[in-house]
């Protein structure tokens, strides 16, 4: 499996970024994907995931501002971010779990919940 990611940048407050991730290999099978960042000194953690269903999951801090989708017919995963603020700032990285849910509860957030990572987008807003 392959992730490659595009469409990060330096946006001010207020701004907008799309991200774009396309996935190549093992696209016959259901995938869990996901958006983790990884903030100046933080931890990596997921911002948002989508099941094989459909089915989301979000951080709080991005309730309303960003959206995940998909595209299966490019294998396409994407984030639309809106409304950035600069505590938005960090490295993003998209991430795909074999599966067709995602991790349960808040697992999805975290690290060990994917099997696949891409070399990750800095995105900054000042």
């Given amino acids: 499996v392959q992730l490659v990611e595009s469409g990060g940048g330096s946006v001010q407050a207020g701004g907008s970024l799309t991200l774009s991730c396309a996935l190549s290999g093992d696209t016959d099978k259901s995938h869990c994907m996901g958006w983790l960042r990884q903030a100046p000194g933080r931890e990596r953690e997921g911002v948002e995931a989508t099941s094989g269903d459909g089915r989301t999951s ?69």
């Fill in 58 to 126: 979000y951080a709080d801090s991005v309730k309303g501002r960003f959206t995940i989708s998909q595209d299966n017919v490019k294998n396409t995963l994407y984030l639309q971010m809106n409304s950035l603020k600069p505590e938005d700032t960090g490295m993003y990285y998209c991430a795909a779990r074999v599966g067709f849910h995602c991790p349960s509860g808040s697992r999805w957030r975290d690290v060990s919940g994917y099997d696949y990572w891409d070399q990750g987008t800095q995105v900054t807003v000042s």
